[in-house]
């Protein structure tokens, strides 16, 4: 069936440095690719995503890249703060628009002061 | 206002009980859809309303039982649940289906006994 797989599962970062968390999804017909931001004990929210006609958006100090022939998006956080400390997940639109999403098993991400 | 609501924010029942879970949204959204979460997991997908009809079930079972009465609400009524049914179940809407961002509510935390 589809799936997404999300890399790393944890990550450590001093703060001011740089966190990449990379997914991979199965479905070719994906065609819209979201992260998402949760804290501990609050509703996950969008922070970036990526429709499959761009390689790449920007927002401040997060980044999103697509590879669509590996299958491949990524999560770029710069000068890390934090407060950027969350459980990050991805996800895919399978078989296009049909609102399902598939999500990566999360990376929670911690960033030492 | 940007808000999906949900309500109750806590709820505790025994297996033998009747509940349901309510949310609301006010953004014009179309789409709606439930979603369960465990503990250091991603959301799984439940339902997907789309102009207030079922177009998603991900084989969830009959315990489980939504309703959407009009474009701002959405029910999830629970009967006869299983202790492996305690989880945050998490409720969020669309402008459509294949129009990106879900913003999701706070979610029910569920504990069945």
């Known amino acids: 069936g589809e799936n997404v797989e999300q890399h790393p599962s944890t990550l450590s970062v001093q703060e001011g440095d740089s966190a990449v968390i990379k997914c991979t999804y199965s479905d070719s017909a994906s065609n819209y690719f979201p992260w998402y931001k949760q804290e501990l004990g609050k509703r996950p929210q969008l922070i970036i995503d990526?429709?499959?006609?761009?390689g790449e958006k920007k927002d401040q100090r997060i980044a999103v890249t697509l590879n669509k022939t590996a299958k491949h998006f990524s999560l770029h956080i710069t000068e890390t703060q934090p407060e950027d400390s969350a459980v990050y997940f991805c996800?895919?639109?399978?078989?296009?628009?049909?609102?399902?999403?598939?999500f990566g098993q999360g990376t929670t991400l911690q960033v030492k002061p | 206002d940007t808000e999906v609501t949900q309500t109750p924010k806590h709820l505790v029942m025994g297996m033998t009980n009747k509940k349901s879970l309510k949310c609301e949204q006010h953004m014009g959204h179309r789409a709606m859809y439930w979603y369960k979460q465990k503990a250091k997991k991603p959301p799984e997908l439940m339902f997907v309303?789309?102009?207030?009809?079922?177009?998603i079930n991900e084989s969830v079972p009959s315990r489980f039982s939504p309703e959407c009465p009009n474009s701002s609400l959405l029910n999830l009524h629970l009967h006869a649940l299983q202790p492996e049914d305690s989880a945050l179940y998490l409720c969020?809407?669309?402008?459509?289906?294949?129009?990106?961002?879900?913003?999701f509510g706070e979610g029910s935390r569920l504990t069945v006994l």
């Open positions: 309303y789309s102009y207030e009809k079922l177009s």
């Open positions: 990526i429709r499959s006609n761009v």
């Open positions: 969020a809407s669309s402008r459509g289906r294949d129009t990106g961002e879900l913003f």
């Open positions: 996800a895919a639109s399978i078989k296009g628009n049909t609102g399902k999403l598939i």
